[in-house]
């Protein structure tokens, strides 16, 4: 298709395709999201749109070769718009028989596998309970199998260098990756920067890494292993400068970009928790931007600490997932009663209590909307990819500093690790995130509230003469003086409901996606509005009339909702729980919408979505 | 009218319009006179003070103080003033707590904001009971207590306040008695110049759920018997005629003794309360618990070598600012690998 492309692949002239999705699997040891990362971010410097899939178990490092032990990264890329790191893969690598145990059975008919032929010895096969060597036994008959002596061709490569025999076997996973390189027509420069970076004090690692991946690539080429090789041209993205971002970090450059755009300090108080803590270690780099990040002694201690750095006059903010969002509960109803703007961020993985520390949920919902003693209501946002992270960080910024109120910001385990091309905005294009502290004395009283907004002044210590005391009782209207009045306490409860659910008239309506009328309306929140808008695309291209609404505003809900609701006959919600979404939309809107619920630990795969959409529509195939 | 012009503040200065809500007798009055009589003598404007609270009769103390103030949730207030202080080093944070609020359920907010040496005070109401739950037994009441959730006793064995907190490594560890007002005086105005974490444990009467806490040390006939006063660079004395000190024995611990008799002052220790190990003031602090030992007040511990926690994170955001130059927000969006899409 291109010059460079044939310059590249040498004599063979790759084959042009429009996307592939590629699974990266081995042990925890093995290094396979570092080299699912460098496969992402060479595509995606090259133009291709991405979405991944990083999945990895909890434990550190369970017993080399078991399947508990597997870690895979999936990466979907493609030269047309994605959003999903796709249902089943086109190329699987396995290092080891319990990663081909776990992850064949995703492997689309005559896909690619790559497997370590080093590792299929029996004690390996022992590891993953295996009795029969799938090498040998047939069982891949249906896939084009490649054994590559990945360990044997390392260590061949790396064998002047003087490397001990485990320090070459580290550099095996780059010899996969030279060859998945070489597969894709892609150059290893991006990676050849990286390990610059990653061993600039260990040149000699440089060197290993570097040959292990130029003797993947080169062994491609010697032996025309594959006999083919792919080319997916740039997609087309609507123009600009690109990166690639997973949500943990567009949520710490969205809440940098909120400090500097508000002018206030920002106060992160956080404890660490899978899938939260990479939020934490991204805003602790970030000390130049007067970023303050506080590793707490516990999650109570990370959202009280941030509460007393509100009070203080920072943009204050905490990170967690549920069981942390859980200890936090009782200090979220101080913020909503003290009126002190916060913003809490809860990575949703699978529970309850301890539950699935790596694996997506989104079964924090109800969590986030109720989850606290009395009437405590609390404005919730969600994300809905990884990119857009950023942008809620901002809008759960300014709602806060705005209306003096906590926030919740809810993300998962997918969008936290996911990666996608996040197109980097202008500063003119980022909306004002304003604040304001009270310093005028006169007539001053804590809770003299703003006639539109309804927030309370923002009177920090330090200001003379606006000295006053706040705290968890029962505050009097106005004065804020400790009150335990009935008539008081109604009023002062209404309020804080009023306040809550007049930001609906802040916020854009909920824009209605595919058929705005038809059949089946599908409401999503947080990180399935991918993988559905994929099924309504693909739906709506063989004429089937759907809608699609993304709700990223849960609470309150913007003013709109009601209205689409009844333009369809029948309304579908997905949800990665048992039906949370659905039953406050049942609820409130008194609507016979039906659930599509997975509680797997994983995304939606498409092929799920398309199912329950024909089901519903009476189309349903018989296959 | 110029800021130098102000008159200087008075105790008026630092009341409320509110009523004060403790049951009569409460041995808290005594102390919240004491606080609000020394704040105007420190030089402090008002405006910088900020008093937070936990849960418990003495965390009521925020609405009778009449400076910034946050009553915040049972246990968590050094953690609340912890915030307050990383976000603005510049304000005076004292936090008011109590046995339960500080030992209970925020024992570990106490003992990690003492260890990072945060620059807050903390001010221990220790009664030995729970008062606004109306008379369980404490985590400082005394073995066997009987109260209302243990009619049989208590058979927990109680934390002995001074010694957690140097346990801690609190760089300021003191303990006084709420009728003792110039001794709480004196110690509060230490407390005050301390820069690093501070704690200071108020011994309290409950008059209504635990009546003559500290009887055995406040009855005027016992408490030159039972009480021990810490002065730096003074001998350790005690006794109606202080006719008893304490000496060093030569395994390194301690005994009392009676002076006369060939041992003079010059054999006693001489309180030395900035030593920069806290072994020295940890002895000390359990002392009590030993048979014939009197109960120690003053400044256990007062070492200010340490710098304090805000202080080492603003030097960590200026000494990177200087590295790197002040953060960039355009540059920090498009760091990394990016590609242009035309």
Known sequence: MSTVTDILAGKNKPEVIEQAVIRFAGDSGDGMQVTGSQFTNTVALYGNDIATFPDYPAEIRAPAGTVPGVSGFQLHFSSSEIHTPGDSVDVLVAMNPAALKVNVADLKPNGILIVNSNSFEEVDLRKAHLTGNPLEDHSLDKFRVFPVELQRLTRVALEHLGLDAKSMDRCKNFFALGMCYWLYNRSMDPTFRWIDDKFKKKPILVEANKLALKAGYSYCEATEAFQVNYEIPPAQLSPGLYRNLSGNQALALGFVTASQKSG????????????????????????????????????IAAITSAIGAAYAGALAITTTSGPGMALKTEALGLAVTTELPIVVCDIQRGGPSTGLPTKTEQA?????????????????????????????????????LKYMVPVILLSDGYLANGAEPWRIPNLDEIPAVPARYETNPVDFLPYRRDPDTLARPW??????????????????????????????????????????????????????????????????????????????????????????????YLNPLPGNVGDILKRYRKVLVPELNMGQLLWVLRAKFLVN?????????RPFKQSELDQKIEEMLGVRRTS | MTTNALPPLTKKDFQTDQEVRWCPGCGDYAILAAVQSVFPELGIPREKFVVISGIGCAARFPYYMNTYGF?????????VASGVKMANPELEVWVASGDGDSLAIGGNHTIHMLRRNVGVKILLFNNRIYGLTKGQYSPTSEFHKLTKSTPYGSP??????????????????????????????????AVAKHRGSAFLEILQNCNIFNDGAWLNLTEKDARSEHVIQLEHGKPLIFGKNRDKGIRRKPDGDIEVVAL???????????????????????????????????????????????????????????EVIQKKGAGDLAKLLKAGDTWEVK
């Open chain 2, 156 to 189: 927990d064995r109680p934390f002995n306040p001074i010694s957690l907190a140097i346990g801690a490594e609190a760089t300021f560890v003191a303990r006084s008695v709420d009728i003792f007002q110039s001794h709480l005086k004196d110690t509060l105005k």
């Open chain 2, 71 to 79: 009553h915040s949730i049972h246990g968590r207030a050094p953690a």
């Open chain 2, 260 to 318: 006369g008799n060939g041992i003079s002052e010059s054999d006693l220790i001489v309180h030395d309360a900035h030593h920069p190990r806290a072994s020295y003031a940890f002895l000390l602090s359990h002392m009590e618990h030993r048979p014939g030992f009197p109960t120690p007040i003053g400044i256990l511990r007062d070492w200010d070598d340490l710098p304090r926690y805000e202080d080492v994170v603003v030097q960590q955001v200026q």
């Open chain 1, 459 to 552: 009177a920090i210590p330090g200001t003379p003469g606006l000295e006053h005391r706040i705290g968890g009782l029962e505050k009097q209207d106005v004065t804020g003086n400790v009150n335990y009045e009935p008539l008081n306490h109604e009023k002062m409860v209404r309020i804080r409901s009023a306040k809550v659910e007049a930001i609906s008239q802040d916020i854009p309506h909920a824009p209605p996606m595919g058929d705005p009328e038809g059949d089946l309306l599908i409401v999503s929140w947080g990180s399935t509005c991918g993988a559905i808008m994929q099924s309504v695309k693909a739906q709506r291209e063989i004429g089937r009339k759907i809608g699609h609404l993304h709700l990223r």
């Open chain 1, 593 to 601: 919408a039906v659930g599509l619920n997975k509680i797997q630990g």
């Open chain 1, 264 to 299: 206030l300090k920002l106060f992160l108080g956080s404890y660490p928790i899978t899938p939260a803590s990479d939020i934490l270690h991204e805003l602790s780099q970030y000390k130049n931007f007067g970023v303050l990040t506080f590793q707490a002694e516990d999650e």
């Open chain 1, 364 to 400: 924090d919902l109800l969590q986030a909307l109720f989850g606290r003693n009395s009437e405590a209501p609390i404005p919730v946002l969600a994300a809905a990819t990884p990119g857009d992270c950023f942008w809620v960080a901002l809008e759960a910024s300014r709602i806060a």
